[in-house]
């Protein structure tokens, strides 16, 4: 998806957004650790308990990355709020990937908490879960 945000402060967060993403959907987990805060946090779909630290969420998204085989991911319809150095980033995403001998189709929301750092956008917080039943 080409980056459709005219301004340049959206346009950085989008694509720190999009690196992060193509990290774990197409085959490259370990750049995750480039995107990703310190200070991560995330609560997510299949954890029970909120993931703390950048290493407790790269060690999830790395273990999903490395035992699913991702077809297909797709953003939809994002939106880029910006407030100082901070952004808020949500969005839909389909995707379709095989686990366990099975593909599932799914589709979700997800919601991004950027900051930026020594002149980088950081992952700080991420929740998502995929469409309610």
């Given at each position: ?105 799914m589709g979700g929301r997800d919601m991004f908490v950027f900051i ?18």
């Amino acid at each position: 998806m080409p980056n459709q945000f005219k301004d340049k402060t959206k346009q950085e967060v989008w694509q720190a957004l999009r690196d992060l993403n193509d990290a774990w959907t197409k085959g490259n987990p370990e750049q995750l650790k480039e995107c990703f805060h310190k200070d991560m946090v995330a609560i997510t779909a299949t954890d029970r308990e909120r993931l703390v630290g950048r290493d407790a969420c790269f060690a999830s998204w790395n273990r999903f990355a490395k035992t699913a085989k991702i077809h297909f991911w797709k953003e939809i319809d994002p939106q880029i709020q910006i407030y100082g150095n901070t952004a808020v980033v949500t969005y839909y995403f389909d995707m379709s990937f095989d686990m366990g001998g099975q593909t599932i189709n799914m589709g979700g929301r997800d919601m991004f908490v950027f900051i930026k750092e020594n002149g980088k956008w950081w992952a700080v917080a991420d929740q998502f879960s995929p469409y309610p039943l």
